[in-house]
């Protein structure tokens, strides 16, 4: 019995003390970067020149702005229980292509104004809403990958 109440007492520690690089408690400080989309779903962003890769920055007053593909928007981020949704999302009206960058346009800017649960783990931004897991990526390291 005495063997059973100690392992109930160290399991819970030893499982505590295993590595998580996760981060937990988001803040603007933690997502204050210029962020490039990378991946829709899993499916990597592929955009040829001259259009602009997808992307949005984060200010410290989490004020975000970006550009989906076709249009550029803005709006006030909110964090909640690790969930992140942007507020009041407002955007340019180009008249667009009806192609995978308007698709991808689409999908971001709409995901985006929907509770998503958050991940931040190795520098890879992590949003998942109930149909689509939008993945970022800073851009200065993107840009130090190219070069």
Request: glycine share 6%.
């Amino acid at each position: 019995m005495r063997k059973w109440l100690l392992a109930g007492i160290f399991t819970p520690l030893l499982l505590a003390g295993c590595e998580n690089n996760e981060q937990i408690g988001f803040s603007s400080k933690n997502l204050q970067q210029d962020w490039v989309l990378t991946n829709i779903d899993g499916k990597e962003i592929t955009i040829k020149e001259p259009r602009v890769i997808p992307n949005m920055a984060i200010d410290s007053d989490l004020k975000v702005s970006g550009f989906g593909g076709c249009n550029r928007f803005t709006g006030q981020a909110e964090i909640k229980d690790n969930k992140f949704k942007i507020d009041t999302l407002s955007s340019t009206k180009m008249a667009c292509i009806q192609d995978d960058q308007a698709t991808t346009e689409s999908i971001m800017t709409v995901s985006l104004q929907e509770w998503s649960s958050i991940a931040l783990e190795n520098d890879v931004l992590t949003l998942t809403s109930e149909q689509h897991i939008l993945t970022f990526m800073p851009e200065d390291i993107l840009e130090d990958n190219d070069q």
